[in-house]
RNA sequence: GGGGUUGUAGCUCAGUCGGUUAGAGUGCCGGUCUGUCACACCGGAGGUCGCGAGUUCGAGUCUCGUCAGCCCCGCCA
């Protein structure tokens, strides 16, 4: 390995090989830069200590060739010391060269200057195996290699069993869409890519693996994110007679063991919130707790205001929220405008601020407040509010975005570099378009005090489900799991399901729980995301090797293709002509 | 499915108001060069301006369509 000589291996004769990084050819002396996984060392070309059948083979080689050398490591002259290389003191002196491999030249280099751009990331993609060769990519594959063998020993430490679920499996209804894979054998039928081996480790739990983890991978056929990839890696976990609090700090000993491979804080035990609590405070329930701003709620305070869009709402049965700056006064009605677009683009009709001055309240919700309104909310001279009236459903949302774009003009200054919080106690339902839809997914085990509240308030029903937050970003989420066949075939029902729906495609499951099923509960962790944001990536592309595009397209291989005629003809399967 | 944005030499980019032969840096090729490290210097090659229509006397530049990358919304139990 060529990064780790230094002046004490001074005088070893030994071989080295990898890739040729730079080249810089003075005629009668030549010296190349030589790059391996581990970083790089000047090797040297010169009359005087190299053969002459090598002396002129090296004046051929050319960036990232192949090759080998044999020589001496030698101190560098007297001034010839490269101080920002870690080698930087020494050289090899080659006596021998041999070209192992010749190299076209590189579509994309491998080499870069400081200061110069990266390729576009299409052409990276396109020449994957030269990006891969960047010292940034191979650090965060490595990190990402570090990371999974650090919970592995974890988890085994702990006593849980790695059990692999299957790849092929059966489609299951809701959620994302399955990728599908025709069975040739019956032909008209398929398996589908797992979406994430949840039901198989319920049936693990079932079965007595009272313990089970997996570095799952996991497949979702739907549009794709910087922080999305079709294919992804889960740390899925799960395990038998327990509580939310012991899921809760096996995962937190986790992320500790994580966290210390990467040079980020996790001080836990971590801080919990409630999803009502979060969604109260943050509006979101992936709040970004590196900064302290809060929602507050005026619609006591605000009751004599006299302004009709505020009225309206509230009769409506919504309430008025906002954020107060103190000092925010000096915010530019441009900059104001900027985060009221993110209120809009979170689908509020409009965002209502007030400034306070010497003169009284100003702004479109100012200017409608007596002094003694403006004291009442705290809206002091030189301050700023803005304000959100209407359903929690629609305040909410537009307070996180408003929250995050005035973290960003504001450049408000975190008030920890690392922030970790658990979110619990999320609602089992979601109500979309008056659709009932499981949150989560239909298995998690709801509040105790909750569940007579099933068929006749679905809505207010908690869950015991649980979301790992990290910076805003989240890692991973888990619940209890309903082990009584009986209680899962009701919350199956709420949702909408006939008996027979529930029968075809729970009836698994729901006969493996009949089979004496232990309480049991887990979590999964993207593992992805996990090294995204320890490594600082812009997007997930950069921790996967071989990644896809936004369009799901592998560059490199050229994937996905159509299938030949006689592949399609053994499955049975038949393409409908395209464009319509 | 929708919105935005980018596409000019191998790579990173410039290209004014639509006007003559489309430029720079780097890489590549050839040459000089014995302590360089973004080596230096001299010379050279290299272009389907993503693709297709249209407007125009004339299109890298304007219009429409299309393809691809990226970002976002929808979607992602």
Same mark, same amino acid.
């Given at each position: 390995?060529?990064?780790?000589?230094?002046?004490?291996?001074?005088?070893?004769?030994?071989?080295?090989?990898?890739?040729?990084?730079?080249?810089?050819?003075?005629?009668?002396?030549?010296?190349?830069?030589?790059?391996? @996984?581990?970083?790089?060392?000047?090797?040297?070309?010169?009359?005087?200590?190299?053969?002459?059948?090598?002396?002129?083979?090296? *004046?051929?080689?050319? *960036?990232?060739?192949?090759?080998?050398?044999?020589?001496?490591?030698?101190? @560098?002259?007297?001034?010839?010391?490269?101080?920002?290389?870690?080698?930087?003191?020494?050289?090899?002196?080659?006596?021998?060269?041999?070209?192992?491999?010749?190299?076209?030249?590189?579509?994309?280099?491998?080499?870069?200057?400081?200061?110069?751009?990266?390729?576009?990331?299409?052409?990276?993609?396109?020449?994957?195996?030269?990006?891969?060769?960047?010292?940034?990519?191979?650090?965060?594959?490595?990190?990402?290699?570090?990371?999974?063998?650090?919970?592995?020993?974890?988890?085994?430490?702990?006593?849980?069993?790695?059990?692999?679920?299957?790849?092929?499996?059966?489609?299951?209804?809701?959620?994302?869409?399955?990728?599908?894979?025709?069975?040739?054998?019956?032909?008209?039928?398929?398996?589908?890519?797992?979406?994430?081996?949840?039901?198989?480790?319920?049936?693990?739990?079932?079965?007595?693996?009272?313990?089970?983890?997996?570095?799952?991978?996991?497949?979702?056929?739907?549009?794709?994110?910087?922080?999305?990839?079709?294919?992804?890696?889960?740390?899925?976990?799960?395990?038998?007679?327990?509580?939310?609090?012991?899921?809760?700090?096996?995962?937190?000993?986790?992320?500790?063991?994580?966290?210390?491979?990467?040079?980020?804080?996790?001080?836990?035990?971590?801080?919990?919130?409630?999803?009502?609590?979060?969604?109260?405070?943050?509006?979101?329930?992936?709040?970004?707790?590196?900064?302290?701003?809060?929602?507050?709620?005026?619609?006591?305070?605000?009751?004599?205001?006299?302004?009709?869009?505020?009225?309206?709402?509230?009769?409506?049965?919504?309430?008025?929220?906002?954020?107060?700056?103190?000092? !925010?006064?000096?915010?530019?009605?441009?900059?104001?405008? !900027?985060?009221?677009?993110?209120?809009?683009?979170?689908?509020?009709?409009?965002?209502?601020?007030?400034?306070?001055?010497?003169?009284?309240?100003?702004?479109?919700?100012?200017?409608?407040?007596?002094?003694?309104?403006?004291? @009442?909310?705290?809206?002091?001279?030189?301050?700023?509010?803005?304000?959100?009236?209407?359903?929690?459903?629609?305040?909410?949302?537009?307070?996180?975005?408003?929250?995050?774009?005035?973290?960003?003009?504001?450049?408000?200054?975190?008030?920890?570099?690392?922030?970790?919080?658990?979110?619990?106690?999320?609602?089992?339902?979601?109500?979309?378009?008056?659709?009932?839809?499981?949150? *989560?997914?239909?298995?998690?085990?709801?509040?105790?005090?909750?569940?007579?509240?099933?068929?006749?308030?679905?809505?207010?029903?908690?869950?015991?489900?649980?979301?790992?937050?990290?910076?805003?970003?989240?890692?991973?989420?888990?619940?209890?799991?309903?082990?009584?066949?009986?209680?899962?075939?009701?919350?199956?029902?709420?949702?909408?399901?006939?008996?027979?729906?529930?029968?075809?495609?729970?009836?698994?499951?729901?006969?493996?729980?009949?089979?004496?099923?232990?309480?049991?509960?887990?979590?999964?962790?993207?593992?992805?995301?996990?090294?995204?944001?320890?490594?600082?990536?812009?997007?997930?592309?950069?921790?996967?090797?071989?990644?896809?595009?936004?369009?799901?397209?592998?560059?490199?291989?050229?994937?996905?293709?159509?299938?030949?005629?006689?592949?399609?003809?053994?499955?049975?399967?038949?393409?409908?002509?395209?464009?319509?």
């Amino acid at each position: 390995m060529v990064g780790g000589l230094r002046a004490g291996n001074e005088g070893e004769a030994l071989a080295l090989a990898g890739w040729v990084h730079r080249r810089r050819d003075l005629g009668g002396l030549l010296f190349v830069d030589l790059r391996d @996984r581990s970083g790089l060392i000047q090797v040297s070309f010169g009359p005087d200590w190299t053969e002459a059948a090598s002396m002129e083979h090296a *004046h051929d080689i050319g *960036h990232e060739d192949v090759i080998r050398v044999e020589g001496v490591v030698a101190a @560098r002259p007297e001034g010839a010391h490269k101080d920002d290389m870690a080698t930087g003191g020494v050289e090899l002196r080659v006596t021998r060269l041999e070209i192992l491999s010749d190299a076209r030249t590189p579509e994309i280099p491998v080499y870069r200057a400081s200061e110069d751009e990266l390729p576009a990331e299409e052409l990276r993609l396109q020449h994957r195996v030269l990006d891969l060769r960047r010292r940034e990519l191979q650090q965060k594959l490595v990190l990402r290699h570090k990371l999974v063998l650090a919970a592995r020993n974890y988890m085994d430490r702990n006593g849980f069993i790695e059990v692999e679920t299957p790849i092929l499996t059966k489609a299951t209804p809701e959620g994302a869409r399955d990728y599908l894979v025709p069975s040739r054998v019956h032909k008209g039928e398929f398996y589908a890519l797992p979406q994430s081996p949840q039901i198989y480790k319920q049936l693990l739990m079932v079965a007595g693996f009272d313990r089970y983890f997996q570095i799952a991978r996991c497949f979702r056929d739907e549009d794709l994110r910087a922080d999305r990839q079709p294919e992804f890696t889960q740390i899925d976990v799960e395990a038998s007679f327990v509580e939310v609090d012991d899921i809760l700090r096996w995962i937190e000993g986790l992320i500790l063991a994580l966290a210390e491979i990467s040079d980020v804080d996790a001080p836990i035990p971590f801080p919990r919130l409630t999803w009502q609590e979060s969604m109260e405070r943050y509006g979101s329930d992936r709040p970004d707790l590196r900064y302290q701003l809060e929602i507050e709620d005026w619609t006591e305070s605000t009751a004599d205001l006299d302004f009709r869009v505020i009225r309206s709402q509230v009769d409506a049965g919504g309430r008025v929220r906002g954020f107060l700056l103190k000092g !925010g006064g000096g915010l530019s009605r441009r900059q104001i405008d !900027g985060v009221e677009n993110e209120a809009k683009a979170a689908g509020a009709p409009g965002l209502l601020w007030g400034k306070r001055s010497d003169e009284g309240a100003s702004g479109p919700l100012g200017k409608f407040m007596s002094e003694e309104q403006a004291d @009442r909310i705290g809206l002091g001279i030189g301050d700023l509010v803005l304000v959100s009236a209407g359903p929690d459903s629609l305040t909410s949302p537009t307070l996180s975005a408003v929250r995050d774009a005035l973290v960003a003009v504001l450049e408000l200054q975190p008030v920890r570099e690392h922030a970790w919080v658990w979110v619990t106690d999320f609602p089992v339902f979601d109500e979309e378009d008056g659709m009932l839809a499981a949150s *989560h997914h239909p298995f998690v085990m709801p509040h105790t005090d909750d569940i007579d509240d099933l068929e006749a308030d679905p809505a207010s029903v908690r869950g015991t489900a649980y979301d790992l937050v990290y910076n805003g970003t989240e890692f991973g989420s888990g619940s209890l799991r309903i082990h009584e066949p009986e209680l899962q075939r009701r919350i199956l029902r709420v949702l909408g399901l006939s008996e027979d729906e529930i029968e075809k495609k729970f009836g698994f499951l729901l006969n493996a729980l009949s089979a004496g099923a232990p309480p049991h509960g887990g979590i999964a962790l993207g593992m992805d995301r996990i090294v995204q944001r320890f490594t600082d990536s812009p997007s997930l592309r950069d921790t996967v090797a071989f990644p896809k595009t936004t369009a799901a397209r592998a560059l490199f291989e050229g994937a996905p293709t159509p299938p030949g005629e006689s592949a399609l003809d053994e499955l049975g399967l038949q393409l409908k002509a395209q464009d319509s």
